[in-house]
């Protein structure tokens, strides 16, 4: 499994960006996407996922009600939509792929930079 995630880049705060996550291969044993984000300094920070088996769409409590995970028309193709961006949204932005029956994700995109200016 290949993730390709894209259209990071530099936004205002109160803007907005649209993320993308292509996934090529075995695509058929993801059983979720998930997005996540690391700034510099801290520790990747898990954002929201979309469990492809249930189609059950779930974020984190920082991101709630701003960002929006959706499908492609790709087979596990997926945006990240995000809204109100805040500086502390800063990041890079990567994507994920989880298998069933696993814990954490096996396989991962290189990742997008998102820089929001106050």
């Known amino acids: 499994v290949q993730l390709q995630a894209s259209g990071g880049g530099l936004v205002q705060a109160g803007g907005s960006l649209r993320l993308s996550c292509a996934a090529s291969?075995?695509?058929?044993?993801?059983?979720?996407t998930k997005w996540f984000r690391q700034a510099p300094g801290k520790e990747r920070e898990f954002v929201g996922a979309i469990n492809w088996s249930v189609g059950k769409i779930y974020y984190s409590d920082s991101v709630m009600g701003r960002f929006t995970i959706s499908k492609g028309n790709a087979e596990k193709m997926t945006y990240l939509q995000m809204n109100s961006l805040k500086p502390e949204d800063s990041a890079v932005y990567y994507c994920?792929?989880?298998?069933?029956?696993?814990?954490?994700?096996?396989?991962w995109g290189q990742g997008t930079l998102v820089t929001v200016s106050s």
């Open positions: 994920a792929a989880r298998f069933a029956g696993r814990n954490e994700p096996a396989y």
């Open positions: 291969g075995d695509t058929f044993y993801i059983y979720e």
